[in-house]
């Protein structure tokens, strides 16, 4: 059996519930969140370590800002997370399950890297981080923790790249490696494309932290940290274009991956990104929302990119999850998609709330909108009883 | 198949089932918590006694570090452990329920972004706006378990989706209400026992009437979920019953869960009703444990008395479909396994070791074995259902009579039938005669 063979008698047996394209979509915008989540995260870290190195009055005031905010964003990065392995496994599960088992120890104690970091965080956060003391020993020890997690998600994705390598990565002296302890796979410049736009995501959210408390802090360090944001922004995204030329030299002849318009189109949209950085240097918290939302796009459209150069691995051996077989299901594709919808309305509500009590509104209001998001929850919860009393009814297995 | 994952002494599939029982703590208090909570900040303004809000506090910071941390990790802890050890399973219940977990991602980040404002806004939003938040969150971390148990319980009692494959009818599956309403209330009494925690360690007067008042909750729902339980118990199958009461190991889980359970129901009563000055930090912790005993307990029997089945009568343990399932073009594969063998399917494996030769009888043996066996056995000398020492028990005295016991494998009522066909099934028994200490 031909891997390629293997890899299709592999996809599951129940199909899948909606057409594949549907996961892909979802796939693709649930990461450029998750993704973009893990960068704050990152980038956050290393400006608390460095604001701790320099113990200068400005860069310990941000290094506290962001010692709260570090324990947020680990918290929205895992949940923003589960989105994208959900959908992974759906479309390419024969591709996930295999790099995984291959790598089993490795899979695991990604999880237990990220719980240490979690905590080595909320240890600086609650051991006077937030006052601006705090020991330097937690965020270095989250960030370097989050880097090895980062190591081995990346070597696991790489390892899924090279399905032509499994037989050899399986045995060793002819022997089946059961242990699952070895990491398989590395390359230096697709790891760093993912984590040098740390800094560029620190940077944009800098530019906002500096418009946001305008009213709270002094000018001159919102100042500072405005000018600090639009340089990081700058430096990184050219650091980020230098090591994308390295990556794409670097990326098997056969792909012919330089050709692809989806490669062009990101190439495109990350040099007027770049065009962009340069002109919003002189006022960056001026050009704050656009400069978030063209970083949004880039990141999108890179997302795009790097999906289609996996489709281009997998097609090497012949897998398209076009041809998936669908046993649709309707009804559970429209209960998340209703579902998705009351959580956006839920959701902004809780934002105009936290944004207005950040500003030390009190009485923040938005009552109606409050009132209606409970009774969608309420709603929610009363349709499923009753869908599940009168399905329970149906096949007789209620009493 | 997938690359088989083998764990010296704990099986592959006690990994999974550590990580759940554990998960079970933070995610059940992550449910139960606010609604204590936000009830307890409600008493705050009512009463006028703003060192309710204290507890408030500390509790919820609780939740954030012991629930977002550990809980939402180990939450993906079961799905890593499961795609490692049992991949075909979670990608059985994945491929049937992605826009279940896809709808339960909502609410967990409806979760999140309430339950950091809940924390960060006590004191600086109006009360009505910041208790609502409280009970928007509440109101998420339930459905989340509204949404999970359909699936667990789906794993125990398919339904009708064993016939017409739909996801409804495998979701509001035969054991889904009782199981849903038994967590639903037994989740205040772990979100009792880490609230007593917090309690015991304000000033008194705080201290006292915050024990009676999370005791009483407690109490109650401990009550109800026990009568619910009852009804749990009562939905059960029948061959799910008949395991219970002939695995001895099944029934002494059951006892030690039972035990627990009424320690706990007992603690709250007293420190509810009778003494609320009993409750002490130490105290609380040792229930705290306790109630990690008798959760691991319970998960052990509901994943017991699936046995043989990942997903019961359709997926055996040894991750091969165990019945025909037409509405999604699904064929069983245990008879097509068992007559061309296991070796064709697994292409991970170089060319050289999917061919049986004199040279590699023994690793060859070893593989299948572990496809077979190494889900739920250890195969080393101690452990969980060691091999060596279960096969040791029979006394074989050549390969020929292990051979004989994996033919005859399928006649028990808790073992799958062994997949693969004769001459891999002899080379696995040449392998698992080498186990046993002569």
Redesign the interface.
């Known amino acids: 059996m031909a891997i390629g063979e293997y890899i299709k008698a592999m996809r599951d047996v129940a199909g899948l519930p909606s057409p594949p394209i549907v996961f892909d979509f979802f796939l693709v915008l649930t990461f450029t969140f998750h993704i973009l989540l893990v960068n704050l995260v990152v980038g956050s870290l290393a400006l608390i370590i460095w604001g701790r190195i320099k113990k200068e009055g400005y860069w310990i005031k941000l290094s506290s800002s962001l010692s709260r905010l570090v324990v947020s964003s680990i918290s929205w990065a895992i949940v923003l997370g589960v989105a994208p392995l959900l959908f992974i496994q759906v479309i390419y599960d024969p591709f996930w399950y295999t790099a995984n088992t291959l790598s089993a120890v490795w899979a695991l104690a990604f999880l237990v890297f990220i719980a240490l970091a979690f905590v080595f965080a909320y240890c600086f956060y609650l051991g006077g981080g937030y006052e601006g003391r705090g020991q330097i020993i937690w965020p270095f020890l989250s960030l370097a923790l989050l880097l090895l997690a980062g190591i081995v998600i990346h070597s696991l994705t790489v390892t899924q790249l090279h399905p032509e390598k499994w037989p050899s990565f399986a045995i060793q002296n002819n022997t089946y490696i059961s242990s699952g302890k070895y990491l398989h796979e590395f390359e230096i410049f697709r790891f760093l494309h993912f984590i040098f736009p740390a800094f560029a995501v620190t940077g944009t959210w800098l530019i906002f932290y500096s418009k946001y408390f305008k009213e709270k802090y002094d000018s001159a360090y919102l100042n500072w940290v405005e000018k600090l944001g639009a340089k990081l922004i700058l430096v990184s995204s050219l650091l980020q274009a230098a090591v994308g030329i390295l990556w794409l030299i670097t990326l098997p002849k056969e792909l012919n991956f330089i050709s692809n318009p989806y490669f062009i189109l990101a190439l495109i949209v990350a040099l007027l990104f770049i065009a962009f950085l340069f002109y919003m240097q002189k006022n960056p918290s001026q050009y704050a929302v656009p400069t978030a939302l063209f970083l949004g796009i880039t990141v999108f459209v890179m997302s795009i990119a790097r999906e289609v150069l996996r489709m281009s691995y997998f097609g090497l051996v012949g897998y398209t999850f076009a041809d998936y077989p669908v046993n649709s299901s309707v009804g559970s594709l429209v209960l998340f998609l209703l579902t998705f919808l009351m959580g956006l309305i839920v959701l902004y509500y809780v934002a105009i709330v936290a944004y207005r009590a950040g500003k030390g509104i009190k009485e923040v209001g938005a009552h109606q909108l409050g009132k209606a998001s409970v009774t969608l929850m309420w709603l929610w919860i009363i349709i499923m009883v009753i869908l599940g009393i009168y399905i329970s009814l149906k096949n007789g297995t209620l009493f | ?6 764990v010296p002494y704990l099986s592959s599939a006690l ?1 999974i089932g550590l990580i759940a029982s554990f998960h079970v703590l933070p995610s059940h208090l992550a449910v139960g918590a606010l609604w204590v909570t936000v009830y307890i900040e409600k008493l705050a303004y009512l009463r006028n006694r703003p060192d309710y809000l204290d507890f408030v506090k500390r509790f919820t910071l609780l939740l954030l ?1 012991f629930s ?3 809980g ?2 180990s939450g ?2 079961i ?3 499961a ?3 049992s ?2 399973g ?3 219940l ?10 339960e ?10 339950i ?2 809940y924390y ?2 006590l004191g ?3 009360p ?2 910041h208790i ?2 409280g ?2 969150y509440a ?2 971390a ?2 989340s378990m ?1 949404i999970i148990t359909g699936i667990l319980a789906f794993m125990l009692t398919p ?2 989706w064993l016939e017409t ?5 495998g ?4 054991t ?2 009782p199981q849903l309403l038994a967590r639903t209330f037994l989740m205040f009494g772990v979100a009792g026992i880490y609230g007593l925690t917090i309690a015991s360690t304000l000033k008194k007067p705080t201290k006292l009437d915050l024990t009676k008042i999370i005791s009483r909750v407690a109490f109650g729902g401990m009550i109800l979920g026990g009568l619910f339980v009852i009804w749990y118990l009562s939905k059960l199958p029948q061959s799910a019953k008949e395991l219970y009461t002939g695995l001895p190991y099944l029934s002494k889980l059951g006892k030690i869960a039972l035990v627990c359970y009424l320690i706990l129901v007992f603690y709250f009563l007293l420190t509810g009703f009778v003494i609320p000055r009993l409750n002490n930090l130490i105290l609380t912790s040792l229930l705290m444990l306790l109630t990690f005993v008798g959760i691991l307990c319970a998960e052990g029997i509901r994943e017991g008395i699936r046995r043989p089945f990942i997903i019961n009568y359709f997926m055996y343990g040894h991750q091969v ?1 165990a019945k025909d399932l037409p ?5 069983a594969e245990i008879e097509v396994i068992q007559k061309e063998g296991l070796l ?2 697994l ?7 999917r061919k049986i030769t004199s040279e ?1 009888r023994l ?1 060859v043996g ?2 299948i074995a ?1 496809h077979n066996c ?1 889900n739920c056995h250890a195969f080393t000398e101690k452990g969980l259902r060691p091999l060596p020492a279960l096969f040791g028990k029979l006394s074989p005295q050549s390969p020929e009579d292990i051979d004989a016991f994996l033919a005859a494998l399928g006649s028990f009522p808790y073992m799958p039938p062994f997949a693969g066909n004769d001459e891999e099934r002899k080379v696995a028994a040449e392998y698992l005669f080498t186990l046993i200490k002569k």
């Open positions: 198949m997938y690359p088989i994952w083998d990994v570090i977002f941390i550990f939402s990790l993906i802890g799905w890593y452990s795609t490692v050890s991949p075909r979670i990608s059985g994945i491929h049937n329920y992605v826009w279940g977990w896809a709808t991602w909502v609410f967990f980040i409806i979760e999140i972004a309430t950091y404002a960060y806004t600086k939003v109006d009505k706006t609502r938040i009970y928007l109101l998420a339930w459905i509204i339904g009708k494959g739909d996801f409804f009818d979701f509001f599956n035969p889904y209400f479909i509405a999604k073009n699904i064929k064709p399917r292409g991970y494996l170089p060319d050289s070791l590699n690793e070893r593989i572990l190494a």
